[in-house]
T-cell receptor
């Protein structure tokens, strides 16, 4: 079955440190890839998406992600964490078998940022 | 422009009761999706409407769940009778087109607690 794996359900970083949230997918063809963020008591908000254009995708709030086909990965990074980045982050794919445009999500990574 | 709205935001019911969740998509979005997140697990697809028609309902857990979208505007998801394992957060999303690369915009979700 197609799947998305997010390594680390909880990640903690210091303010100003690098943020790295990992996402790997299983698919025989390159899918479309998304990162969503959920702040407390809010809906999922799109951070960025990969749709087969540039492999390095820049999103909102200083986040970016790089699509690596050879590694089937789409890790999310931010050079310098801010307290406001504390939230839960979800990696998702679409365009793979079993439902062309439904999203398949990873389990989520909760990011904590401490002073 | 209003985003995807869901209500109630939180519902607490007893096992065996009926609950109806509502989703209002972004105006003009023909595609409406329902997802569910059971505690600690990944967000899972339930079904997809194109206007008033069910395009894909492969994720619906069983026949206790009934989704409707009369007139192709808002949608309801009814659970009858509710069971303990139905507890979780139910998300609704909408998109303009049903293409895998299109962004799905999410609501804040309805947290359902079945006691």
């Amino acid at each position: 079955a197609q799947s998305v794996t997010q390594l680390g359900s909880h990640v903690s970083v210091s303010e100003g440190a690098l943020v790295l949230l990992r996402c790997n997918y299983s698919s025989s063809v390159p899918p479309y890839l998304f990162w969503y963020v959920q702040y407390p008591n809010q809906g999922l908000q799109l951070l960025l998406k990969y749709t087969s254009a540039a492999t390095l995708v820049k999103g909102i709030n200083g986040f970016e992600a790089e699509f690596k086909k050879s590694e089937t990965s789409f890790h999310l990074t931010k050079p310098s964490a801010h307290m406001s980045d504390a939230a839960e982050y979800f990696c998702a794919v679409s365009g793979i078998s079993g439902g062309y445009n439904k999203l398949i999500f990873g389990a989520g990574t909760r990011l904590a940022v401490h002073p | 422009e209003a985003g995807v709205t869901q209500f109630p935001s939180h519902s607490v019911i007893e096992k065996g009761q009926t609950v109806t969740l509502r989703c209002d998509p972004i105006s003009g979005h023909d595609n409406l999706y329902w997802y569910r997140r059971v505690m600690g697990k990944e967000i899972k697809f339930l079904l997809h409407f194109v206007k008033e028609s069910k395009q894909d309902e492969s994720g619906m857990p069983n026949n206790r769940f009934l989704a409707e979208r009369t007139g192709g505007t808002y949608s309801t998801l009814k659970v009858q009778p509710a069971e303990l394992e139905d507890s979780g957060v139910y998300f609704c999303a909408s998109s303009e087109q049903a293409l895998a690369k299109n962004i799905q915009y999410f609501g804040a979700g309805t947290r359902l607690s079945v006691l």
